[in-house]
């Protein structure tokens, strides 16, 4: 019997579903919100935004929606959606800034306070 030969390139991982997914505890690792050493103490930094940006509604009120799946009962992250929730969160900060900016400053309400008078030393002796 002949040896059947391996193909000449490799199939991209992806096309075959076997792309590299992280947990949400190694997705804040990935993005830069925790480091390694943070992550391996139990550090939860940066977790609750994650699932608070995959379970943002649909329709957008809050924001767009983090890209995820789940598998196993667990919000798992590929490659490519660290990459799009990176983007995400760059314009919306860009956004919050712009808005920031343009804010017009608060009217004055209510009275202006009182400017502090110079208090007179107490006569000593009188």
Known sequence: ?????APDAPTPNDEAGLAEY???GWAAVKLGLKTE??????????????????????????????????????LKFTEDDLAVIAQIALEESEAKRQARENARPRPSTGRPRRTRTARKPALAGA
């Open 37 to 74: 050493a943070e992550h391996l103490a139990g550090s939860k930094t940066g977790e609750k935004w994650l699932r608070d940006g995959y379970n943002r509604p649909s329709d957008g009120s809050k924001g767009r929606q983090f890209p995820g799946r789940y598998m196993a009962g667990r």
């Open 22 to 24: 992280y947990d949400v």
């Open 1 to 5: 019997m002949a040896a059947i030969e």
